[in-house]
């Protein structure tokens, strides 16, 4: 089995739970919103307890977390950590490839296994699971459709934040 595939049915169910979920994450109107669906998606629809959005800080040098679940507070003793230049998550972000996570990964990690992916222009999206498992259940593919999915509304985000800005510009000039 390749880390991509899960048995017929449940792949199935699994690729349109997240079709179903995009509306949640199309739906967020603020960032911390956004972060926290995708939270919940992961764990809800992927099965993954130990996620967490990492986004770009304001001055793009660090990737800082925006939401995650209890369990990862206690894995980490409170915050997880922020992500800076020459660090393997960071990598991630800047190369737009994802990273596998676990016992028999690229990197060690709290999480048995998971997958660090690319939310391009935006951050990283880690997922991990608390259970050792056969290291082919790790669906990296799906979890890099979340994060895709992350991307274009963070996208969606901007730019409406954007249009609001120039609409009160606008107004104030007519005024």
Known sequence: MTADEVPGADMDDRVRSLYTATREIMAATTRAELCRVVVDVSE?????????????????????????????????????????????????YE?????????????????????VVPIPDHGVLIAGAETPADPGDVCPGLVGTLGGHAAVA?????????????????RQLIE
């Open 44 to 92: 809800r629809v992927l099965g993954y307890g130990l996620t967490g959005v990492h986004l770009r800080a304001g001055d793009g040098r660090e990737l800082v977390p925006m939401a995650y679940p209890p369990s990862v507070r206690e894995r980490f003793d409170g915050a997880p950590p922020t992500y800076v230049p020459d660090d393997e998550v960071y990598d991630v």
């Open 95 to 115: 190369r737009e490839e994802p990273l596998r996570l676990g016992a028999v990964a690229d990197r060690p990690s709290p999480a048995h296994r998971g997958v």
């Open 154 to 170: 963070l996208d969606w985000l901007e730019r409406e934040s954007r249009l609001n800005g120039l609409h009160e510009t606008t």
